[in-house]
């Protein structure tokens, strides 16, 4: 398993701060620098994501998405999340690739927990 900087970490720590005080924006700040920080770590990629979503910008939001899964490999957290986006705005097809991607990530990871939420989420 990787281990963060304390910078990263602190980061991080600060940005779900942010979040639970429903300031989106600053802890956007937060999880961007994150990302310039450790581009591989997912935590950040994920979180930036997720701000997206909240200010309602899917696309931008699957962007996130796609870039952790090319710098963060294996990012199955990021490809359930983009799969969750995807499902919500009616590209079916294209959430069941990301799901598929989820569980090779999972297995990858050798993380049993994520295989069994990428494949209960294919069901949904």
């Not at 940005?15 to 990302?35: C, E, I, K």
Request: glycine share 4%; net charge negative.
């Amino acid at each position: 398993m990787r281990t963060s900087s304390p910078e990263v970490e602190a980061l991080y720590a600060a940005g779900h701060w942010m979040l639970s005080q429903r300031r989106t924006a600053d802890a956007a700040v937060l999880f961007r620098a994150m990302v310039e920080a450790d581009e591989r770590d997912e935590r950040g990629w994920l979180a930036l994501g997720a701000c997206h979503e909240e200010i309602a910008q899917p696309a931008l939001a699957v962007v996130m998405y796609d870039a952790a899964l090319e710098v963060a490999a294996p990012a199955p957290r990021c490809a359930i999340a983009k799969a969750r986006v995807l499902k919500r705005v009616d590209r079916d097809d294209d959430a069941a690739a990301a799901l598929e991607l989820a569980v090779e990530h999972a297995s990858q990871i050798d993380d049993d927990e994520l295989v069994r939420l990428a494949r209960a989420e294919m069901g949904r």
